[in-house]
């Protein structure tokens, strides 16, 4: 069970994605968020949630895994473990978006293979989005060298102390409405089964659902309910949320934006070093 470092350089194909209204309200509606914005559509489109990008993202990343010698089972062992998005340019009900990952750095690491993806998103010729997306398949190892690869540095400033908390409730449905009101799929959070196969004790929230509902409640909180303010997001997953629990986010004012940190039910540090960089 091996990938060969030679695999970095390889893209997968583009998948593209109409925006909808529908869709964008569905997005918001994935993670509870009654921000009308998200659902006012009578003077324009609703507004984008800056997490929406996600959902076709991981569809670009499924193309990649096409094109990479890593089994079904395999990726089945893959644990979501940092995600950096930069927001590059405005996007709307009528756009037609086109994401393609391709694969940037691979290393072994003691847990096993850590690949590290780049996933550019544009309409048109403009460019919207850029992220960064690391995953951990465990069990995987890496045939050839470390190929470490180039990350946006984030804004995170270290040491200084938390100043607010907001609550952030996952219900039992949890992974069954983000999956499908959001369209980001995959059976470990939705099937008892698959998750007990990868080893994980019971149903857990998707990566990127915790990280929309961090967005939501920084937005609501921290930004006047406005999601166009924000210009980007990053943080890395070290600990899994379970459904249903409640987490703790903690939050601090920077110079860029707001510094945060997302504690689960069981006191684990779910998302730490996050960063949500405001416009």
């Keep these: 069970m091996s990938l060969h470092s030679d ?41 984008v949630h800056p997490t929406y990008v996600s959902h076709l993202e991981w569809d670009s990343i ?14 089945a062992q893959g644990v979501h473990s940092f995600n950096h998005t930069d927001l590059l340019a405005p996007f709307t009900t009528g756009d037609r978006l086109d994401s393609r990952a391709v694969l940037v750095g691979a290393e072994q690491r003691r847990s096993g293979l850590r690949l590290t993806i780049r996933i550019d998103t544009h309409v048109g010729d403009t460019q919207v989005a850029r992220s960064y997306t690391q995953t951990i398949f465990r069990g995987v190892d890496l045939d050839g060298s470390d190929v470490r690869p180039e990350v946006p540095e984030s804004s995170f400033e270290e040491g200084r102390p938390f100043e607010r908390t907001i609550e952030i409730p996952f219900g039992k449905l949890a992974p ?29 929230i998707h990566g990127t659902g915790t990280f929309a509902a961090v967005l939501s409640a ?10 166009q303010r924000v210009r980007g997001f990053s943080g890395k997953l070290s600990a899994m949320i379970f ?29 730490s070093q996050g960063v949500v960089r405001l416009g």
């Design 176 to 204: 069954y409405v983000f999956s499908e009101c959001a369209r980001d799929y995959g059976a470990i959070h939705t099937d008892r089964r698959a998750a007990e196969a990868a080893g994980i004790p019971g149903l857990i």
């Design 7 to 47: 695999s970095v350089g390889r893209r997968g194909d583009v998948v593209s994605d109409l925006v909808e209204d529908r869709w964008l309200s569905n997005y918001a509606a994935a993670v509870g968020d009654e921000n009308d914005r998200y659902f006012e559509n009578r003077a324009g489109a609703p507004a």
């Design 218 to 227: 920084i937005v609501n909180h921290e930004a006047g309910g406005d999601p």
């Design 243 to 271: 459904c249903p629990s409640t987490t703790v986010l903690h939050v601090a004012d920077t110079s860029g934006g707001i510094r945060f940190e997302l504690v689960n039910e069981s006191g684990e540090t779910a998302i």
């Design 62 to 75: 499924g193309a990649l895994h096409e094109v990479l010698d890593l089994s079904e089972a395999e990726r």
